[in-house]
């Protein structure tokens, strides 16, 4: 078991919660109901679903008090169960995730890290493995969350493979 913090006012937008600007189409306030804590556990698990990540008996739970996601579950390996992880982690208004999945086989962690202003995937490679060139490592063990090398964004979390 792992407890991870992320921060829970940036990243993924996947719920509408305190929409307070919202305007219906008379130009007046509109009310936007806020998403039940299950539906938003439900949002996490298809995102994690999305990403092809192979965690058998998966279950999210989403607690809205504290905007804590519990993940419990089997990982094939660790990476998926890292991956699983992140891709709620990212998630706005997701702030610690509980991480109950248990790997098959053991194998060592990644590292992890939080981008800052001004990093790039070329940045954070010559950071931690020496070589700006082995941007495409972290690239790579971060997809689908990534998209693209240049797109990441700050405050985001992620995976550094050994």
């Not at 998966?58 to 992140?86: C, F, H, I, M, P």
Request: glycine content about 4%.
């Amino acid at each position: 078991m792992g407890i991870f913090s992320f921060a829970k006012d940036i990243g993924d937008k996947i719920f509408n919660r305190n929409k307070k600007d919202a305007v219906s189409v008379n130009n007046e306030p509109a009310s936007v109901a806020e998403p039940t804590a299950q539906e938003i556990a439900n949002l996490l698990l298809a995102r994690i679903q999305a990403q092809n990540v192979q965690v058998d008996g998966l279950k999210v739970s989403y607690n809205s008090d504290t905007d804590t996601v519990t993940l419990s579950g089997t990982a094939q390996t660790q990476a998926d169960r890292e991956r699983a992880r992140l891709a709620v982690g990212n998630v706005q208004y997701v702030e610690t995730v509980i991480d109950d999945i248990v790997v098959a086989t053991q194998e060592p962690e990644s590292r992890f890290y939080t981008v800052k202003s001004g990093d790039t995937l070329s940045k954070i490679a010559k950071e931690m493995y020496g070589n700006a060139n082995d941007y495409m490592k972290i690239f790579d063990a971060n997809k689908p969350m990534l998209s693209h090398p240049d797109k990441i964004y700050v405050g985001q979390v992620l995976r550094i493979p050994a």
